[in-house]
């Protein structure tokens, strides 16, 4: 028995540590061993932006005005946006906006995302198809750095970044996750080909985009995995960036992790050859980067009871419970104690134990929801854009 404890909890920390250390090293050193540019060059192609809204009221005007108002030529730049069963007035609005540059379909039933920007996707006129949400501002020069991108043929579908605004409280963990989660995309996108796009800003060759199908939750997974199915490359383009703000509360962002991470198990159900080596180009770094991501917690729990049988066996054993003791309780206190997190240890601890917690609870909503595709609107946490 003793020897099994030790066989179980070695193995679960070799997996943990590969999965959160030892592959974004991986990748890092791929990246520099064997990089896989790609040459930018000036491109300005007719831009569709492509947008799914569902009661996006709060930020439909601002995010129609500074799409319009961007900086790349106005006669090459237009925009189709699909209201999604709203029912605070955002199909109104977009029908008294539409004109020459914006195409507005409003939907009277629910029907989720991905239905709505296959609506989207038919109505577009452009040479590049541009994905965004209602919520995030672009940076200036964001649908110009993006097209460079693409420019070379290289790349079929390229991400913009996603970047936090006042990170401040209990969203310093989430701003932490986040800039953990970019690293590994420029990793990826430096070696090879990303397996997820930022859903807040990417583009794609109108020639290579696939129609997502109906009731799927992550576009921004299945449409690049398509995309790498098909032969194409999916890159990162820093240049390129959607501001948000990080989820204000726990409950918030509870909800919205929790979606994601449901989505990832729809996806693997309705497509499991995305995990299966050979039958997928991308599988291994769909497995890597996401799939074990999804069965951590059960690696966590079996390192925990593992260790805590050993208790008797030694130092090294007592050591170890003890550091994941403490682990477990700096997370805990910046639960507790959001102002914590701006200690460096509380931050890293907290985001940790949040993302495996919000793993366990996604597979619990994969298992009970249905309408997990039908989004909720965004709450009203983004200022205005500047003038």
Not at 114 to 139: N, S
Not at 159 to 186: C, F, H, M, N, P
Not at 225 to 230: D, E, G, Q, S
Not at 321 to 327: G, L, N, P, Y
Request: hydrophobic share 50%.
């Amino acid at each position: 028995m003793i020897v099994a404890a030790w066989a179980v909890l070695v193995g679960c920390l070799l997996v943990l540590g590969w999965t959160y250390v030892g592959y974004p090293v991986w990748l890092l050193a791929l990246a520099r061993l064997k990089p896989r540019s790609v040459t930018p060059r000036h491109w300005q192609p007719h831009v569709t932006v492509c947008m799914a809204v569902h009661n996006g009221m709060a930020h439909l005007d601002a995010k129609i005005d500074g799409l319009l108002a961007h900086d790349y030529p106005a006669d090459r730049l237009d925009l189709v946006v699909v209201s999604d069963g709203s029912t605070d007035g955002t199909g109104a609005r977009l029908r008294e906006r539409a004109g020459d540059r914006l195409v507005a379909v409003d939907a009277a039933v629910r029907r989720g995302k991905t239905a709505c920007l296959a609506d989207a996707i038919a109505r577009a006129r452009g040479d590049v198809l541009l994905f965004t949400d209602v919520r995030q501002r672009l940076a200036p020069g964001s649908v110009q750095a993006l097209c460079d991108a693409l420019a070379s043929g290289e790349l079929a579908a390229v991400s913009g970044q996603l970047r936090l605004e006042d990170a401040g409280g209990y969203a310093q963990a989430v701003d932490a996750y986040w800039k953990y989660e970019t690293a590994i995309r420029r990793a990826e996108a430096a070696s090879g080909s990303v397996v997820g796009v930022s859903g807040a800003l990417y583009a794609v060759r109108r020639q290579d985009m696939p129609v997502p199908p109906p009731g799927l939750v992550l576009d921004d997974v299945w449409v690049p995995m398509r995309i790498a199915a098909n032969g194409g490359r999916i890159g990162l383009q820093p240049a390129a960036v959607a501001f948000d703000r990080a989820s204000a509360s726990a409950a918030v962002e509870s909800a919205r992790k929790r979606r994601t991470l449901s989505g990832n198990w729809q996806l693997l159900a309705r497509w499991s050859a995305i995990a299966i080596p050979g039958r997928h180009p991308l599988a291994w770094r769909f497995i890597h980067h996401k799939l074990l991501r999804l069965v951590a917690p059960l690696f966590l729990l079996g390192a925990f009871v593992a260790n805590a049988a050993l208790l008797g066996q030694g130092t090294l054993a007592i050591a170890l419970f003890a550091a994941q003791c403490a682990a477990y309780a700096l997370a805990l206190a910046g639960f507790q104690w959001p102002a914590l997190r701006a200690l460096l240890p509380v931050k890293l601890a907290s985001a940790f134990l949040e993302m495996n917690a919000y793993a366990v609870l996604g597979f619990i909503d994969f298992l009970r929801s249905r309408d997990a595709h039908l989004w909720a609107a965004a709450p009203s946490v983004i200022p205005p854009s500047p003038p």
